[in-house]
T-cell receptor, first 113, second 113 residues
Framework: EDQVTQSPEALRLQEGESSSLNCSYTVSGLRGLFWYRQDPGKGPEFLFTLYSAGEEKEKERLKATLTKKESFLHITAPKPEDSATYLCAVQSNYGGSQGNLIFGKGTKLSVKP | GAGVSQSPSNKVTEKGKDVELRCDPISGHTALYWYRQSLGQGLEFLIYFQGNSAPDKSGLPSDRFSAERTGGSVSTLTIQRTQQEDSAVYLC???????????FGEGSRLTVL
């Protein structure tokens, strides 16, 4: 069964304190791994798609990496405006619901000034 | 419109009533998804539509839930005889085909009293 586990559930950082969020996954053939940001009361906002192990993508202070078992979202020198819940999702190449994205429960990030 | 539009943004109803939630996807997007997000939980897949293919209904939690997509565009999610456990945010998303990033709407928050 396809599964996504994110850790930690919550993370508190001081402004400028770099850290990483983890997304561990099991999937029968990875079609894509997705990172989203969700602010309170809003829909998820797309950040990155990763397709194969070794791939990396960057956007401002965020960098996503991918291995065969997990993905990391690295946050460098975070600012208070980076506070949000970060969601990870996977899509499988096989099975009856190939079009579906399986989401983790997210990591709630708080960055204090 | 420029993004995925959902209505109503908030709906309060009494237990046992039927509700309809509407989603207007991004123009040209052939795939449309419905997810449910309960407090403290991840996004739970409900159903997706892709072009003229039969919808994947594998995530619908009971036969009280149904959805249709008219003319390959607007979709309506219907919940009959609502229960308190149906209270959640219902998110709609769309994309071009079954690959690539999903674009989400802001969600419809349903409260069943």
């Amino acid at each position: 069964e396809d599964q996504v586990t994110q850790s930690p559930e919550a993370l508190r950082l001081q402004e400028g304190e770099s850290s990483s969020l983890n997304c561990s996954y099991t999937v029968s053939g990875l079609r894509g791994l997705f990172w989203y940001r969700q602010d309170p009361g809003k829909g998820p906002e797309f950040l990155f798609t990763l397709y194969s192990a070794g791939e990396e993508k960057e956007k401002e202070r965020l960098k996503a990496t991918l291995t065969k078992k997990e993905s990391f979202l690295h946050i460098t020198a975070p600012k208070p405006e980076d506070s949000a819940t970060y969601l990870c999702a996977v899509q499988s190449n096989y099975g009856g619901s190939q079009g579906n994205l399986i989401f983790g429960k997210g990591t709630k990030l708080s960055v204090k000034p | 419109g420029a993004g995925v539009s959902q209505s109503p943004s908030n709906k309060v109803t009494e237990k046992g009533k039927d509700v309809e939630l509407r989603c207007d996807p991004i123009s040209g997007h052939t795939a449309l998804y419905w997810y449910r997000q309960s407090l403290g939980q991840g996004l739970e897949f409900l159903i997706y539509f892709q072009g003229n293919s039969a919808p994947d209904k594998s995530g619908l939690p009971s036969d009280r839930f149904s959805a249709e997509r008219t003319g390959g565009s607007v979709s309506t999610l219907t919940i009959q005889r609502t229960q308190q456990e149906d209270s959640a945010v219902y998110l709609c998303a769309s994309r071009t085909g079954l690959a690539g990033e999903l674009f989400f709407g802001e969600g419809s928050r349903l409260t069943v009293l």
